[in-house]
């Protein structure tokens, strides 16, 4: 039988979710295509405010890699826009000039973000905080200035808000109310809030209207109706987000203030459906992740003909993803006509907590500081529980002893778990003893508890110790490489050294796997640990490398690649920038920059062009998208500055020279500067140099990046080839020893740089490291030579259009 054809618009989290189920019910049912503007795979919005907050990376939000698509033979499109609905001939048509015809058809457009219309509101330094871009785009800005305004005083503002903190910024935060979260919180709960929130380092300006953001171009400060101005160079929106409906209206489709959708998530049109933030039931629209998964169950359903359970609408609850601050909310919160509340105000821990009755029943609770009942009472709500003596006695108890250590053992089966996904301690326990689970990531991987916001991880780990018992601790407290195994790194390793294993899928196979194919996380691990343990024989996968490896220039936003050839020490010639500007006045590039490790990039080009461009440009590739040796950047010195004490120029060559395309788990950048002074930022490279009277000290660890970190001293040595046999060392033990995705500076934090003295100063341990080094480099090749020279490569990866690969910067 032909199966049906199904659209998806919008690759986001509620619509993906309900593509999930859908195969959950029938994997056989449809011809899957979906559309998401944004070019990446679908990701967890919910952590970039993790994300800002230094917590987790990019790389780590990703919740379906591309791999998953093809394995569910989904065709997406990522970058396109879907611009008409044709609901005659049931024809979806994109900004690409793609028209895909559909028997059903789901919108999941989610929102925009509101952005308030004053002037200036579109300056340079003012962004919303949405989505991948804008959250790169401050922890770029965080990188050059001081000063950051947010304007809005609700969970995005607040966690945008720490964000910054985190990244080094002074923050206001700008709100119109007289206390912040008024959506969420009463005034009493809110200012405790704010006082826990002033003592992080926020400042708060209330009850102010924004009439202006000004600045000569870029943002300088923003302006009050009250006539007050403020400085700031970055000015975060955050002031609420409107759905996402302008498609739907256009194509005829009735639209409210979202587009009006039924108790089975259907539209005013046959065979469309909406799904998420962009759809409005019963005249509420939600912007929360729970109620819009339990949307696509239901929608799962009806798109596969099945009219089960209708959706009748959801109580939402919030926290704020703050750390330190403990702030829960749900239902009606505020005291009104017919409702009473009892509350607990401990003033002196700043326990603050409130439940709001109405009829006998709990409707709505703050909680501020304990939040442990937030779910039981979320759970009361939804269950419409009266409120019973022993409750009320509990109520006032638990604030004298508010330790959850036995909580997991006092809930019911049926006590939600996990709020986001509205998974039940049942349904958790029953998973872990079936399916033998070990670990929190096991757990989200089976139940989807804790895939979303993640606050319930701490619970889904209580629950596990209760289930498991001492068996827990052995499992559970382990890193693993990812979801896809229960072995940690080392253990890894020594697998593969005990078992010889020699190739990624060997290793996946032997050491039991349980996703065959691997994932975007442990792909690239496996084929960087086996090339590290065998250097001279091991041959690169390349399709287990992330895109910007694979091709050897780094991704653009825009589709396009850019291109950065090596110069060692950031030392060119007139010869080599005449090659430069030829190539760029010939292949139309629209944008050729100088990097901060004083190299020249060469941005917006073509991916069909690239081999051609190397081959013109006849440099070696400078590794600008690689988990090698970046650039070694270096001050002028004493050839030509009058404080140089020591050739930095020349040394940073050298050591270019020597250490260029090793392999490491993360990125690695160097920088020599030939005095104190410092003018190549030497503290804060991977491995940075400085010229000391009669001799070089050397700094390991720094990074200037969204984790400012200051290098240690590891050493100060008198000459040159000291210098570059104890970074040499320091690498090879880097790269043997730090788990992939680590950089040096989170690695020296985690072993200990006493520790890394201890090895690498053992003269025999150092030789050691050394030869193991040598043997690596002796391996390496210059990858923009070997596709120049490889006909068949060049057409393999640079000629087909569709390359699905993991990206990762
Ligand atoms: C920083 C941040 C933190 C958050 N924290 C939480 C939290 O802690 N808890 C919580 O529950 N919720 C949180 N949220 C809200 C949550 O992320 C959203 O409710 C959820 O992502 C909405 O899912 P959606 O699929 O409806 O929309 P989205 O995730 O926005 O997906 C819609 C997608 O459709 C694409 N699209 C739009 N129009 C088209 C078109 N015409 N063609 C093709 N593609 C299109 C968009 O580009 C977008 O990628 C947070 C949101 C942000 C921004
Ligand atoms: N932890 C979480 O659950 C979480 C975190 C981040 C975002 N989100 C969701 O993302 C969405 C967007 O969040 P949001 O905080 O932008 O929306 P929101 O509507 O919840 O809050 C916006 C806040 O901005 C204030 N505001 C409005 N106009 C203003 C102005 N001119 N000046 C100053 N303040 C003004 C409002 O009073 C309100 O408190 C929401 O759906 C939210 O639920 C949730
Ligand atoms: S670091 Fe010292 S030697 Fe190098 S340029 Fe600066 S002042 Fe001159
Ligand atoms: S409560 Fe958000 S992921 Fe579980």
């Given at each position: 039988m032909k199966r049906k054809q199904l659209v998806l618009i919008g690759n986001g989290m509620a619509g993906v979710r309900c593509i999930e189920e859908i195969l959950k019910i029938d994997r056989d049912a449809f011809?899957?295509?979906?559309?998401?503007?944004?070019?990446?795979?679908?990701?967890?919005?919910?952590?970039?405010?993790?994300?800002?907050?230094?917590?987790?990376?990019?790389?780590d939000i990703t919740m379906n890699d591309w791999e998953w698509y093809r394995k569910n033979n989904i065709r997406l499109f990522v970058g396109e826009t879907v611009v008409d609905i044709d609901k005659e001939q049931q024809l979806v048509r994109t900004d690409q000039g793609r028209t895909v015809p559909y028997d059903e058809l789901i919108i999941a457009t989610g929102s925009k973000p509101f952005i308030l219309p004053i002037p200036g509101a579109n300056k340079k330094g003012v962004t919303a905080f949405r989505d991948i871009k804008d959250c790169e785009m401050m922890m770029e800005y965080a990188k050059t200035y001081k000063k950051a305004a947010v304007i809005g005083g609700g969970l995005l503002g607040l966690e945008a808000a720490r964000g910054l903190l985190n990244l080094g910024m002074e923050v206001d935060v700008i709100h119109i109310f007289d206390y912040l979260m008024e959506r969420q919180l009463d005034p009493t709960a809110s200012k405790l809030l704010q006082r826990e929130l002033e003592k992080q380092g926020m400042n708060f300006l209330l009850k102010k209207e924004t009439a202006e953001i000004f600045g000569d171009g870029r943002v300088e400060g923003v302006r009050f109706k009250d006539g007050t101005e403020i400085a700031a160079d970055l000015v975060v929106m955050a002031v609420g987000i409107r759905p996402n409906v302008d498609l739907a209206r256009e194509s005829g489709i009735a639209v409210n203030r979202g587009i009006v959708v039924n108790d089975?998530?259907?539209?005013?049109?046959?065979?469309?459906?909406?799904?998420?933030?962009?759809?409005?039931?019963?005249?509420?629209?939600?912007?929360?992740?729970?109620?819009?998964?339990?949307q696509g169950k239901v929608l799962a359903e009806a798109v596969c003909g099945i009219k089960g359970r209708p959706y009748e609408?959801?109580?939402?609850?919030?926290?704020?993803?703050?750390s330190g601050v403990d702030v829960f909310s749900a239902g009606e919160f505020m005291d009104g006509e017919g409702t009473a509340s009892i509350k607990v105000y401990d003033e002196f821990r700043g326990i603050y907590k409130k439940v709001v009755i109405r009829d006998g029943k709990i409707v709505g609770a703050v909680l501020f500081g304990d939040t442990s009942e937030g779910r039981k009472l979320l759970d009361m709500i939804n269950k419409n529980e009266s409120i019973s003596n022993s409750f009320q006695l509990s109520f006032f108890q638990s604030t004298a002893n508010s330790s959850n250590k036995s909580m997991v053992a006092a809930m019911a089966d049926t006590d939600v778990v996990c709020g986001c996904n509205g998974v039940t301690k049942g349904t958790i326990c029953k998973a872990i003893v079936e399916h033998g689970l070990k670990t929190v990531e096991e757990v989200r991987d089976c139940t989807n508890a804790s895939r979303s916001c993640g606050g319930c991880k701490g619970l889904v780990a209580e629950l596990l110790e209760y289930t498991l018992g001492e068996e827990f601790d052995k499992h559970a407290m382990k890193e693993t490489v990812c979801g896809c195994t229960t072995l940690s790194r080392d253990e890894v390793i020594a697998e593969i050294k005990a078992k010889n294993l020699k190739y990624v899928r060997e290793v996946m196979n032997v050491l039991?796997?349980?996703?065959?194919?691997?994932?975007?996380?442990?792909?690239?691990?496996?084929?960087?640990?086996?090339?590290?343990?065998?250097?001279?024989?091991?041959?690169?996968?390349?399709?287990?490398?992330?895109?910007?490896?694979?091709?050897?220039?780094?991704?653009?936003?825009?589709?396009?690649?850019?291109?950065?050839?090596?110069?060692?020490?950031?030392?060119?010639?007139?010869?080599?920038?005449r090659k430069i500007a030829d190539v760029a006045e010939k292949y139309n590039v629209p944008m050729i920059k100088l990097t901060g490790g004083q190299r020249i990039d060469l941005l917006g080009v073509k991916k069909e062009d690239l081999p051609r461009i190397w081959a013109e440009l006849d440099m070696p590739s400078g590794y600008a998208y690689a988990k090698a040796l970046r650039t070694v950047k270096t001050c002028v010195g004493k050839q030509f500055c009058r404080f140089g004490t020591q050739d930095s120029t020349k040394l940073g060559i050298d050591m270019e020279k020597k250490f260029e395309r090793l392999n490491t788990p993360h990125k690695v950048k160097m920088a020599v500067s030939a005095c104190p002074r410092n003018c190549?930022?030497?503290?804060?490279?991977?491995?940075?140099?400085?010229?000391?009277?009669?001799?070089?000290?050397?700094?390991?660890?720094?990074?200037?990046g969204t984790h400012l970190r200051a290098g240690d001293l590891l050493c100060t040595v008198r000459t040159e080839e000291e210098v570059i046999e104890m970074t040499g060392a320091f690498l090879q033990y880097y790269r043997e020893s730090a788990n992939y995705l680590e950089r040096t500076s989170k690695w020296v934090e985690r072993v200990g740089l006493e520790h890394i003295r201890e090895v690498i100063f053992d003269q025999e341990t150092r030789r050691q490291l050394l030869d193991r080094l040598e043997e690596a480099l002796a391996a390496t090749k210059d990858p923009w030579k070997e596709i120049v020279e490889n006909k068949e490569m060049q057409e393999k990866l640079f000629t087909s259009l569709q390359v699905k690969v993991p990206v990762n910067r």
């Open positions: 011809d899957i295509t979906i559309f998401g503007s944004e070019p990446y795979p679908n990701y967890n919005r919910i952590l970039l405010s993790t994300v800002l907050q230094g917590d987790t990376s990019i790389d089975y998530l259907e539209t005013s049109v046959p065979h469309i459906y909406a799904v998420g933030e962009c759809a409005e039931h019963r005249g509420i629209v939600y912007g929360l992740v729970a109620p819009l998964y339990e609408g959801s109580v939402v609850s919030t926290q704020l993803k703050v039991g796997w349980k996703n065959e194919e691997g994932c975007s996380k442990c792909r690239p691990a496996l084929n960087y640990y086996l090339s590290m343990l065998y250097p001279s024989e091991y041959v690169d996968e390349a399709e287990s490398r992330f895109v910007n490896e694979r091709l050897h220039a780094n991704i653009q936003a825009d589709g396009t690649y850019s291109v950065v050839p090596r110069m060692y020490g950031g030392v060119t010639t007139a010869e080599q920038l190549a930022e030497s503290g804060i490279k991977d491995v940075g140099i400085v010229g000391v009277d009669g001799g070089w000290e050397i700094y390991v660890g720094g990074n200037g």
